[in-house]
Nanobody, 120 residues
C-alpha cells in the first residue's frame, strides 16, 4: 500500500506564491513519474506539471514560466513552487505518482488534494 499526502495549499492574493509538497510513503520500491494535477469547480482535472525519475519535466502551457516542479528522490517527495498566481489558478491540487511497490506491483496513486485559492 502506498499513500500520498499533500500540504501547502491555502489562500493567497493574486501575484503571490505558494509551495505545495507531496510525500509518498508505504511499500515503495521505485517511483517513476510524479506529477501535479488540478481541478476547479465544474471543470475537468488538468495536468499541471510532471517530473520523471530522470528529472525530465513537462508543464501545462497555462503555468509555464510561473510554476516549477521538483522532486527529492531520497524523501519520495514532489514539490510545486507556484509564483505569479492568478485567480484562474484556484483549484484543488492533487499529486500523482507512478509507483513500483516492493511486491513488484505497479500502480498509480493519488493524494487527497489540497485547496489553492487565489483572490483578486
Amino acid at each position: 500500500q502506498v499513500q500520498l499526502v499533500e500540504s501547502g495549499g491555502g489562500l493567497v492574493q493574486a501575484g503571490g506564491s505558494l509551495r505545495l509538497s507531496c510525500a509518498a510513503s508505504g511499500s515503495i520500491f521505485k517511483i517513476n513519474s510524479m506529477g501535479w494535477y488540478r481541478q476547479a469547480p465544474g471543470k475537468q482535472r488538468d495536468l499541471v506539471a510532471v517530473i520523471t525519475s530522470g528529472d525530465s519535466r513537462n508543464y501545462a502551457n497555462f503555468v509555464k514560466g510561473r510554476f516549477t516542479i521538483s522532486r527529492d528522490n531520497a524523501k519520495n517527495a514532489v514539490y510545486l513552487q507556484m509564483d505569479s498566481l492568478v485567480p484562474e489558478d484556484t483549484a484543488v491540487y492533487s499529486c500523482n505518482a507512478d509507483v513500483y511497490s516492493t511486491t513488484g506491483f505497479r500502480a498509480e496513486y493519488w493524494g487527497q488534494g489540497t485547496q489553492v485559492t487565489v483572490s483578486s
